[in-house]
């Protein structure tokens, strides 16, 4: 039985809870030996639809997106592949909020497309202006000094406009979050300098969220509207230190558990990011001293999540998708990556294989009627890091921010949940 130390051990927390529910043991022991003792059969190839998100047309993110594009075409007609960004002006059409929002977005499109912002003899300088309608942002383009292109894009200074720049105006105190659907969530989000070990989002009431970003010594909290970061240092408390860092954020009722094989124990933290206390629950894997897995009882685990109240979804160190809920143990056929995110009864996992010619891809699951089936996947130029569900902008519409790395860099980048 060694072949399955995660199905025994998943096995043997769901027995604890429901024999301290008053069920039997014995029925336990008889579904143990139903499923083991079933020779599985060859897995049937699913139907796999994959599919190209669709690009929100926001209209500050369109604006960006639009200059980005110019630019890079530009510098590429010239082999450049740098641009320093100086002397951007809003001239009040954008207040200093949006106008912050827009310069981030300007910045992470252009890293997506393989610009890199830093000094040197290619320059940038724009300013908004209104014209005809239309919200301009002109630019021109510097090298050494001598201006070798002028252009400009445009969005229409409509209504949809209008209601995406409230948004960054400072909310009153009797405030209908309903009437603003339009507060964009950039994509990508950030460009990064270091793989997170994991990303969560954090939301203290209706309208105030952040994105937070995990790391070996340290964990960021980052305005996801302007970009600004707070640094919260987790020096290593561990006995032996890990060349393999692993770690994850795990919300527990109204508190952050901070598990890592670089700390002794979790650090827990209020949502405001002070210091707080508190015991984490012993159904939940620990990660293990000097190697970037997670262990509960027999089992170890590549990633692991929550699954409802009581039940637990999990990866283990064969590449096998399991979940146990409520008394039932359900396995996928097909092996998976090693990054998992759980949207109920749907749960998104990373792709088994090395990206081929750039792609990885997310698979999707649902977990209905006891059983675990792929249902779609869909391609990410990248390789996957990380996959989570969020609202950040709290319009009941989520959205799956995604880790990658890919040619161009280390991008959050959001797509829409599939």
């Known amino acids: 039985m060694a072949m399955w130390p995660s199905r025994i051990s998943l096995l043997k927390y769901q027995m604890s809870k429901q024999s301290n529910a008053g069920v039997s043991p014995a029925l336990f022991l008889i579904f143990f030996l139903a499923l083991f003792g079933c020779q599985k059969?060859?897995?049937?190839?699913?139907?796999?639809?994959?599919?190209?998100?669709?690009?929100?047309?926001?209209?500050?993110q369109k604006l960006?997106?639009?200059?980005?594009?110019?630019?890079?075409?530009?510098?590429?007609?010239?082999?450049?592949f740098t641009i320093e960004i100086s002397g951007l002006e809003s001239h009040k059409i954008f207040p200093p909020p949006a106008f912050t929002f827009f310069t981030n977005a300007l910045t992470t499109q252009l890293a997506s497309l393989g610009v890199r912002k830093t000094p040197g003899v290619w320059k940038m300088k724009g300013d908004l202006s209104k014209q005809r309608g239309h919200v301009v942002f002109s630019f021109e383009i510097f090298k050494n000094e001598e201006r070798l292109s002028l252009d400009s894009v445009s969005v229409p200074d409509d209504e949809r406009l209008q209601n995406t720049l409230a948004q960054f105006e400072t909310p009153e105190k009797t405030h209908d979050h309903a009437s603003h659907k339009e507060m964009p969530v950039p994509t990508p989000l950030a460009e990064l300098k270091e793989i997170p070990l994991d990303v969560a989002e954090n939301c203290q009431g209706t309208e105030n969220c952040s994105v937070l970003l995990l790391y070996s010594t340290a964990l960021v909290e980052r305005s996801w509207q302007t970009g600004t970061e707070r640094t919260i240092a987790l020096p290593s408390t561990a006995a032996q230190r890990s060349r393999a860092p692993s770690g994850k954020i795990l919300?527990?009722?109204?508190?952050?558990?901070?598990?890592?094989?670089?700390l002794a124990v979790p650090a827990v933290f209020q949502r405001n990011l002070t210091p707080a206390s508190g015991q984490l629950p012993g159904r939940l894997p620990?990660?293990?001293?000097?190697?970037?897995?997670?262990?509960?009882?027999?089992?170890?685990?590549?990633?692991?999540?929550?699954?409802?109240?009581?039940g637990l979804a999990v990866i283990d160190v064969k590449n096998r998708l399991h979940v146990a809920d409520q008394g039932k143990l359900s396995s996928a056929e097909q092996t998976v990556g090693g990054?998992?995110?759980?949207?109920?009864?749907?749960?998104?996992?990373?792709?088994?294989?090395?990206?081929?010619?750039?792609?990885?891809?997310?698979?999707?699951?649902?977990?209905k009627d006891g059983l675990l089936r792929l249902e779609k996947s869909q391609n990410i130029d990248g390789s996957i890091y990380d996959i989570?569900?969020?609202?950040?902008?709290?319009?009941?519409?989520?959205?799956?921010?995604?880790?990658?790395?890919?040619?161009?860099?280390?991008?959050?980048?959001?797509?829409?949940?599939?």
């Open 339 to 367: 990054t998992i995110c759980v949207s109920a009864p749907y749960i998104y996992t990373s792709s088994p294989s090395l990206p081929e010619k750039g792609q990885d891809s997310i698979q999707k699951f649902i977990y």
């Open 41 to 60: 059969q060859a897995p049937v190839a699913p139907d796999v639809s994959p599919a190209t998100p669709e690009i929100s047309q926001e209209p500050i």
């Open 286 to 310: 620990r990660p293990e001293p000097g190697v970037n897995t997670y262990a509960l009882s027999e089992g170890r685990f590549y990633d692991f999540e929550e699954f409802g109240p009581n």
């Open 64 to 80: 960006a997106r639009d200059a980005a594009q110019k630019i890079h075409l530009t510098l590429k007609n010239n082999e450049a």
């Open 251 to 262: 919300k527990i009722q109204e508190n952050f558990f901070i598990v890592s094989n670089q």
């Open 388 to 418: 989570v569900i969020t609202d950040l902008n709290q319009d009941r519409q989520p959205e799956m921010l995604v880790t990658v790395r890919n040619e161009r860099g280390i991008f959050i980048e959001v797509h829409d949940p599939f």
